[in-house]
Structures are given as C-alpha cells and as structure tokens.
C-alpha cells in the first residue's frame, strides 16, 4: 500500500510537471510586460502607449479575460535609453515573471532587449519601433506590427507629386544619419527614382542637432519647395520653425511621431500643413469609438494622452490576447507563438488595416494612410485609406 501510494504520488507529481505553466501563467492571472518611455523628453509617447495598454486590458478583463485569466500589465521605464531597456526587461523576467512582453520603447531598444527575448522565448509584439533591423532576420518568437519610414515616405511623396506640387517642383530630404535616416532616405529615392523628381538636395545631420539654419538655408538655396523632413520631435519643428523664418513655401512630409498631439502642437506655430504617413489611424469613426472606449477605463486628465502611440499598444494586447485565447487553459509561450503566426485578417476596428502574421517575417501592419494637419484648426484629416507601398 505504501509503494502504492509513493507511486501514484510521483505519477501527479509527473503529470503537475508536465503540465506547468509557463512563467507568468497563475490560476487566475497572466502578466504581460511593457518596456517604454515613461521618463525623459519623450516621455509623451509612452504616457499614450500606456493607455492602448491599459484600455486592452480592462476590455479584456471585462469581458471576462483570457479563459478565465485576468491580463496583468507590468510596465518597465526605459527613458529610452537601450542599457536600460535590458536591465528593465531583466527586471520583468526575473522579479515579475512576466509570460510575454507588449512594449518595446524604440529600435535600438528593441535590439538591446533581443539576447533576453531569444533566450527566454519570449512571445514578442513591437509596435513601437517596426524597423527592418527587428525582423531581418526573423527571430522566432517576435511579431512586427507597422510600416517602414521608407514606405511612410514614399506614400507621402506620391500623393504630394500627384495631388499638391507643381510639375517644377524641386524635392529635397533632411535627415538623421542614423540607420533611422536611412530608412527615410530609401522612401525618398524610391519616390525620387519611381516619379522622375527633381531632388538636387540631400542633408544628413547629427542626433541631438537643435539650430538647423545652416541646413534650411542650403534648402532655400537649392529652390526645395517639398521636403522630406526626416526629424522627429523638436528637431522636426526647428527646422519648421527656420523655414517660416526664411518665408519658404514649403510642403513637408513627416515622420509619423509628429502625427501625436504633443508632436503635432510643436510643429503648429510654423503654420504648415504639413503631412503624415502612419500605419494607424489619427482621425475618424475609429478613433472616436476608441476614445468612448478609453472613457470607461481611464481617468478623465489622462484622456489628453492618446496618440497613435496608444493604438499601436492597444493593436498589439488585442493580438496577444487573440492568440493567448486559442491555447484554452493549458496556456504556454510556445502556444501562444504558434497562435500568433496564424493570425491572418484579425480586425482592429478601423484603427489599422487587418492584422496578418501568416508570412516568413512575422510581420503586419504594413499598409499606409496618408494624413494632412491644419495648423489653423489644429485637427488632422485623412487623404488616403490604408494602402500597401
């Protein structure tokens, strides 16, 4: 009777192996990690982040979670600084025991993150940063949502040669020379090289430049009278900011960071309308029924936060968690990878086109929409739908 009993002790001592869950996983809970920019002069963009966080989540869990599991979000600062990127998605791995990650702050970020996510096999969303260096080559358990700059650029150079500019029009770019910038400048040449522009003017500048009036006069020179303007944040608006000075007629073309009300609010007082190419939506039925949504889960002062930020967050929980409930209760990594990699035409109310992982590079989100901002009426409107480039 004893060894019976050691026997059929050690046979659910088995089976409880076996069929463990993976880090993150309780009875009653899952945690999923962000890591994004809380702190810092870019800390607007992971304020929006964390609502599409918080609002997926609280939908969710209303709705009755993940089989019966509540989503957990455990949020990580970064100051968008990539040494601490690692140490914050150390902390979530270790301390938290988080089951997969949502938030990935930006591409060197991402990058720095990688070694921990390739190590733990950790189910990966970025969102924030869909850079090619993400996805080429493919890491298994990582899922890319969004455009490249170059196809962000390229979209907004057709619509501007066939829709706005001049047939004299004379094309110039401006850009970090960075790997970032490089990404913009290949959605330039390809415009410059598909529709035969005339483009004498290539800048590259240093991260961190603020006076940009050497640079806008080499513009004003060269006659440029549409501009790639591959700058995010303040630089985008300095170099604006010494175009109006200079009285230049300008049509510029911008990095979709500057399709966020804080960005956009920068760029206003150079009185340009200028142009946005983005991978989600910025205005329309969509984006109010979002915002309805976000009224029932997060506090009223908080509602000035939403950006695009905030729907690439909420896009990616609602692909964790349509993955995550296809596992059903036995709820592990390798499952939810898998699920995810089978997703193909998963809607996002508008707010993006559909989402589809069923390709080699586990990527989606690819199609662009174009966006125009009233500096007047400080409101953004659509020129184009969703579009592949």
């Known amino acids: 009777m004893k060894r019976a009993a050691f026997y059929a002790c050690l046979g659910l001592a088995l089976a409880s192996q076996v069929h463990a869950a993976d880090p993150g996983v309780s009875d009653?809970?899952?945690?999923?990690?962000?890591?994004?920019?809380?702190?810092?002069?870019?800390?607007?963009?992971?304020?929006?982040?964390?609502?599409?966080?918080?609002?997926?989540?609280?939908?969710?869990?209303?709705a009755g979670g993940i089989n019966g599991r509540k989503i957990v979000v455990v949020t990580e600062d970064d100051g968008y600084i990539p040494s601490r990127s690692f140490q914050a998605l150390t902390k979530l791995l270790e301390v938290d025991k988080i089951f997969a990650l949502n938030?990935?702050?930006?591409?060197?970020?991402?990058?720095?993150m990688m070694?921990?996510?390739t190590e733990h096999k950790l189910p990966t969303l970025v969102s924030q940063a869909p850079a090619p260096l993400v996805y080429q080559p493919v890491r298994p358990t990582v899922f890319t949502f969004g455009a490249t700059y170059d196809n962000a650029f390229y979209a907004q150079l057709k619509y501007i040669h066939e829709k706005v500019a001049k047939p004299d029009a004379v094309y110039g770019l401006i850009r970090q020379d960075d790997d970032f910038g490089k990404d913009v400048e290949l959605g330039f040449e390809r415009a410059v090289k598909a529709f035969k522009l005339n483009a004498p003017l290539r800048i590259r500048f240093k991260k961190g430049t603020s006076n940009f009036a050497a640079e806008v006069a080499q513009l004003r020179k060269a006659g440029v009278s549409v501009l790639a303007n591959g700058a995010i944040f303040a630089g985008a608006a300095n170099i604006l900011a010494e175009a109006r000075k200079l009285d230049m007629p300008l049509t510029a073309a911008q990095v979709w960071s500057e399709g966020i009300p804080a960005s956009a609010a920068l760029l206003a007082p150079a009185g340009y309308d200028f142009l946005v190419g983005d991978y989600v939506s910025l205005v329309g039925p969509a984006n109010d029924r979002f915002r309805e949504l976000a009224k029932r889960f997060v506090p009223e002062g908080e509602l000035k936060n939403i950006s695009r930020y905030t729907y690439v967050s909420y896009i990616g929980m609602k692909a964790l968690a349509h993955a995550m409930q296809q596992c059903g209760r036995e709820l592990t990594r390798a499952c939810t990878v898998e699920k995810l990699r089978q997703i193909k035409g998963l809607e996002t109310g508008g707010l993006s086109a559909p989402v589809d992982f069923g390709n080699e590079q586990q990527l989606s989100g690819t199609a662009v929409a174009v966006y125009q901002y009233d500096a007047k009426a400080a409101t953004f409107k659509a020129l184009t739908g969703f579009e592949q480039y």
């Open 103 to 112: 938030g990935t702050s930006g591409t060197a970020n991402v990058l720095a």
């Open 28 to 62: 009653t809970e899952i945690k999923i990690g962000d890591v994004s920019i809380m702190t810092g002069p870019a800390a607007f963009v992971g304020r929006g982040f964390a609502i599409g966080s918080k609002v997926a989540m609280e939908e969710i869990n209303a």
């Open 115 to 117: 070694p921990l996510i």
